[in-house]
């Protein structure tokens, strides 16, 4: 239960922003490309910028919370539910690797589509941000990988913990209010 | 010939900074603009930025279009919708609103010779990034998209928090301001001392501790935003004759206004941060103009690309064909109102009179012409002809789809439909589509994407047609479609719009067409996922 109100949110929900990705480079990637932009989207999540995935995620915590009526019940709940999440996601990018997609040969956005409209998503700020400042700081050129990784893993945690912070939190929480007799 | 017709462009879409020259050259001394032996162009644009100006500004490439860009200058009308003395403009050194729709950006970029994806390293020194990465400007407005509407606004030497909440305070107000702008998302990014190499003294010789960047994209309709800009603009003058419905019906087009609160501080800036690298003539010349120039400024600019309107056997271009008019066009009275100049660039082809012609007052060389219109005064046209010329005649493509709006897996068919709507006969014409396959590898496609014709009579028109069956969701973007021909035994070719696809994706077909990509796992996957459904309710049952 818990993880169809999470998929079916971050559905329904998924920002114009990565609507725009879908429409560019759907043609090109395939039919798989959205439910992995919702599933990116889901796992990697701004606590402050998202609020409203903040909250999906909580929602559905609290309702597997309620379900599960235990603590220890709702964190497994919650881990459950996100390791999901990471699994469909993993297999969705299996699914476009698997057809043979050459990413070299990216086309342009059609007419109609700009990715200004990337911009505007956390996750893209982030990276354009991670990327200007290490460029900035290596004198104008790309930055070595081992130097550019553990930046960007420091920088991504945040959003990656938030969800599994946030459902499991709320799972207790949906625990409390309502234990299993 | 590239580098006449790049200037052009160039000194218009700087802001009028060409108008000191221009006007120095025409003009007698006048109330607004005073000319004199003592007085310099760098020392007429700060009178001039103060007496408010206008532009009409329109260019013909090879095939015949023109590209016509309307702009104002310091007039009330655009200087109004910023209000630039405000508190928040402080540390400011631009705000910009600008929405682009069709080929009108790309356009210009190739007019200053920085477009395409063959763009090396040009005039502006960029240079093109290795393993086939993007080589220029052209190919970042390639993969920006031509249809985007945003504010952008770059403040310097604030604290982060400042200079966001003063940005704030600058879309509020735009918000409630003719232009009605809504904004969908923001970027921002802020480079401080931390990434300048060295600090901020190592920035190219100015002592910048931060700049930071404002990108609000906006979820305005592209055709009441444009609308909305031009309305902005001062009107009385040249403006007035204009087809308004051209800057929204237009195939391209294009408006932007442009707050400049503290010029000098980004002449400085510009200045500066240029002193380290090679010389450019489009930098060197926006330098050389602007020191005198201080406080705030307002731009407004409009423009629009047409279909074709110089054909084989023409002798003449009317601006009136450019820009839609069918009436007097009159210019602001300079007196009083500002200066108003109107600039037809013809390209390669060599002009040899324009109408009016007026010594003292209008200009012409190659192929191109300059008027001082505030001092002709109102005129039924301003004309330019020539003697021969290598425009096509007048071949009219559009690519059509049927259905306009299909959904995942159904077949569309896409005819480009060609007319000769010359008076001459043209022949060897070959229709050619083939790039299709090339963006999209996996696309089916029944049928050719190039179609052979011997000849084709004046009013006569055929077509090539052939169906696709989109098996994705998403916008098929239809790229450098080709129409060649031969007339008087010379070889030309035109370009058939780039035009988008929208596939829409109905739930169950994307659904279907997932699982069926990836049967048998997805069926794995899916009966997993079942089967946890039905314990958990089995479980919540029992409990």
């Known amino acids: 239960m818990c993880l169809l109100i999470v998929l079916a949110g971050g559905w329904y929900l998924l920002p114009p922003g990565y609507e725009t990705i879908v429409e560019w480079l759907g043609p090109f990637i395939g039919n798989y490309l959205r439910p992995s932009l919702v599933l990116v989207n889901l796992l990697f999540v701004h606590p402050l910028a998202s609020i409203m995935f903040v909250a999906l995620w909580a929602g559905a915590g609290f309702v597997g919370g309620v379900i599960a009526g235990t603590k220890k019940g709702a964190v497994v709940v919650g881990i459950s539910t996100w390791l999901s999440c990471l699994l469909i996601l993993a297999f969705c990018a299996w699914q476009i690797m698997q057809s043979g997609v050459d990413l070299s040969g990216i086309p342009p956005p059609p007419p109609g589509v700009s990715v200004t409209d990337i911009l505007g998503l956390p996750i893209a700020q982030f990276l354009v941000t991670t990327v200007v400042t290490m460029m900035a700081g290596g004198g104008g050129g790309p930055p070595p990988m081992e130097e550019a990784l553990p930046s960007l893993l420091m920088g991504i945690a945040p959003f990656l913990l938030t969800p599994i912070v946030t459902v499991c939190v709320a799972a207790v929480l949906g625990a409390v209010v309502r234990p299993r007799e | 010939m590239r580098l006449r017709t790049e200037s052009l462009a160039l000194l218009f879409m700087v802001g009028f900074l060409v108008l000191p020259v221009a006007t120095s050259v025409l003009l007698p001394p006048g109330p607004v603009v005073v000319t004199g032996s003592s007085q310099g162009p760098m020392e007429m644009l700060p009178q001039l930025i103060e007496s408010g100006a206008e532009?009409?500004?329109?260019?013909?490439?090879?095939?015949?279009?023109?590209?016509?860009?309307?702009?104002?200058?310091?007039?009330?009308?655009?200087?109004?919708?910023?209000?630039?003395?405000?508190?928040?403009?402080?540390?400011?050194?631009?705000?910009?609103?600008?929405?682009?729709?069709?080929?009108?950006?790309?356009?210009?970029f190739e007019l200053m010779g920085m477009g395409g994806n063959d763009s090396g390293p040009g005039d502006l020194g960029f240079a093109p990034a290795q393993d086939g990465g993007i080589g220029g400007p052209g190919d970042i407005i390639d993969y920006l998209g031509d249809e985007f509407s945003i504010v952008v606004g770059v403040y310097m030497d604030l604290e982060e928090g400042v200079a966001a909440g003063r940005m704030a305070q600058v879309v509020q107000q735009l918000a409630g301001s003719p232009l009605a702008i809504s904004v969908s998302s923001v970027f921002s990014i802020r480079l401080d001392e931390s990434m300048f190499p060295g600090g901020g003294n190592n920035t190219g010789g100015s002592n910048i501790s931060s700049l930071d960047l404002f990108v609000y994209t906006l979820s305005n309709p592209m055709s009441q935003l444009i609308q909305n800009i031009v309305g902005t603009f001062t009107t009385?003058?040249?403006?007035?004759?204009?087809?308004?419905?051209?800057?929204?019906?237009?195939p391209g087009s294009a408006a932007a206004l442009v707050g400049l609160?503290?010029?000098?501080?980004l002449v400085g800036l510009v200045s500066s941060s240029s002193m380290n690298r090679p010389r450019h003539g489009f930098v060197d010349y926006v330098i050389a103009q602007a020191p005198q120039v201080q406080g705030p400024v307002a731009v407004g600019i409009g423009g629009f690309v047409r279909d074709q309107i110089v054909q084989a056997g023409d002798t003449e271009m009317l601006l009136s064909d450019a820009i839609g008019s069918t009436g007097t066009i009159t210019p602001f009275s300079s007196t009083s109102q500002g200066m108003s100049i109107v600039a037809i660039d013809m390209g390669d082809t060599s002009i040899t009179g324009i109408e009016p012609y007026d010594a003292n007052h209008s200009y012409y060389t190659d192929g191109t012409a300059f008027w001082a219109a505030s001092m002709l005064g109102p005129q039924s046209d301003y004309i330019v002809h020539f003697n021969e010329t290598s425009y096509p005649p007048l071949v009219q493509a559009v690519r059509t789809f049927s259905p306009a709006s299909p959904t995942v897996g159904s077949p569309v068919t896409v005819t480009i439909t060609v007319t000769n709507a010359g008076s001459d006969t043209i022949s060897d014409i070959e229709i050619s589509d083939a790039r299709l396959t090339e963006v999209y590898p996996q696309l089916s496609v029944d049928g050719s994407l190039v179609a052979h014709v011997p000849s084709l009579a004046p009013g006569a028109e055929t077509s090539l047609t052939y169906t696709v069956v989109p098996e994705y969701e998403g916008v098929y973007g239809f790229f450098d479609g080709r129409v060649t021909y031969t007339f008087e035994g010379q070889s030309y070719t035109k370009s058939i719009r780039d035009a988008g696809l929208r596939v829409v994706p109905s739930l169950s077909d994307l659904f279907m067409n997932s699982i069926s990509a990836g049967w048998p796992l997805t069926g794995i996957v899916l009966g997993l996922?079942?089967?946890?459904?039905?314990f958990n309710l089995a479980r919540l049952r029992s409990s």
Do not use: K, W
């Open chain 2, 529 to 534: 996922v079942g089967l946890g459904a039905v």
């Open chain 2, 236 to 250: 009385g003058g040249m403006l007035t004759a204009m087809d308004a419905d051209l800057f929204v019906s237009a």
């Open chain 2, 261 to 265: 609160p503290h010029i000098e501080d």
């Open chain 2, 55 to 108: 532009v009409i500004y329109t260019h013909v490439d090879s095939e015949g279009r023109p590209a016509v860009l309307y702009g104002q200058i310091a007039l009330p009308g655009v200087t109004g919708v910023f209000n630039l003395d405000a508190d928040m403009y402080d540390g400011c050194l631009a705000v910009a609103v600008l929405a682009v729709r069709g080929e009108l950006l790309d356009y210009l």
